[in-house]
T-cell receptor
């Protein structure tokens, strides 16, 4: 079964710290890996998407990496701010031969708290 | 351009009651999805649709039904509500079956359902 796991479930850091969120997946036959941000009571906002042929993507203070051979992705947040406090979800699209390949398989999320 | 609109935002149901969660999108996306998110967990796919008149089961379809009579609308029906269906429900749509840099998922803001 294709699964996505995120550890830790929760993380608290002081403002200004650089941090790394981890995501692991069980099947290297991956089409892409996406990181989302979810604020309380809100929907999901896409942060970064890495295609299987790529190793990383960057957007501002965010950098996401993908290592298919080890089944891992990381989201690096530089100089964290209180406004970064949210739940971060990673999701994979695995290669499949039917329409179910449209689905995203989500990890359980990491709840990040950045303290002022 | 409203994106993906879900109604209602909140609902409390009694065991055995039925209800329909509404989802509509104005982006002319063919692909639409229903996910549920349990506390502290990632999202799990309930049903999806690849176009008007075509629907298929996702990972956790039991207790739910869907229909797709138009491109815009993808309602989710709960016939006999059970406490296990207490969750946050997200509708999403996409232009392409697989995510790319310019064409990703668009999520609604969610419906928080409690069954008592």
């Amino acid at each position: 079964k294709q699964e996505v796991t995120q550890i830790p479930a929760a993380l608290s850091v002081p403002e200004g710290e650089n941090l790394v969120l981890n995501c692991s997946f069980t099947d290297s036959a991956i089409y892409n890996l996406q990181w989302f941000r979810q604020d309380p009571g809100k929907g999901l906002t896409s942060l970064l998407l890495i295609q299987s042929s790529q190793r990383e993507q960057t957007s501002g203070r965010l950098n996401a990496s993908l290592d298919k051979s080890s089944g891992r992705s990381t989201l690096y947040i530089a100089a964290s701010q209180p406004g970064d406090s949210a739940t971060y979800l990673c999701a994979a699209q695995f290669l499949m031969n039917n329409n179910a390949g449209n689905m995203l398989t989500f990890g359980g999320g990491t709840r990040l708290m950045v303290k002022p | 351009n409203a994106g993906v609109t879900q109604t209602p935002k909140f609902r409390i149901l009694k065991i055995g009651q039925s209800m329909t969660l509404q989802c509509t999108q104005d982006m002319n996306h063919n692909y639409m999805y229903w996910y549920r998110q349990d506390p502290g967990m990632g999202l799990k796919l309930i049903y999806y649709s690849v176009g008007a008149g075509i629907t298929d089961k996702g990972e956790v379809p039991n207790g739910y039904n869907v229909s797709r009579s138009t491109t815009e609308d993808f309602p989710l029906r709960l016939e006999l509500a059970a406490p296990s269906q207490t969750s946050v429900y997200f509708c999403a749509s996409s232009y392409l079956p697989r995510q790319t840099f310019n064409y990703g998922y668009t999520f609604g803001s969610g419906t928080r359902l409690t069954v008592v």
